[in-house]
Nanobody, 125 residues
């Protein structure tokens, strides 16, 4: 599976900003989409923002973060970022990096769906 190093979470006051980073090690893997999901206590994991690598960089954002969050990538560093501005208490959650694509390390390519360990974001009111 693709391995991730996530960083950038923390505690911030409402209206503040944080930047999450996710560095992916992916020898033998192609990435079709990469991005961020989040899970708040007692709630299901939900999409925050993704980049479609195989679709020319198409961006997909949850309605709740449009205009406040920006996802970007550095191909040379295999890293994806999530700039979060105007944070709200309802943004409090564990944020997970996710990548999906094909694993070429075997005799035939197979699909994979890999998750990072998550980083906590807490927004105080």
């Amino acid at each position: 599976q693709v391995q991730f190093v996530e960083s950038g979470g923390g505690l911030v006051q409402a209206g503040g900003s944080l930047r999450l980073s996710c560095a992916a090690s992916r020898s033998g893997f192609s990435i079709n989409t990469i991005g961020w999901y989040r899970q708040a206590p007692g709630k299901q994991r939900e999409l925050v923002a993704t980049i479609g690598i195989s679709s020319g960089g198409s961006l997909n954002y949850a309605d709740s973060v449009k205009g406040r969050f920006t996802i970007s990538r550095d191909n040379a560093k295999n890293t994806v970022y999530l700039q979060m501005n105007s944070l709200k208490p309802e943004d409090t959650a564990v944020y997970y990096c996710n990548a999906r694509g094909l694993n070429y390390n075997g005799p035939t390519p197979i699909k994979y769906d890999s998750w990072g360990q998550g980083t906590q974001v807490t927004v105080s009111s």
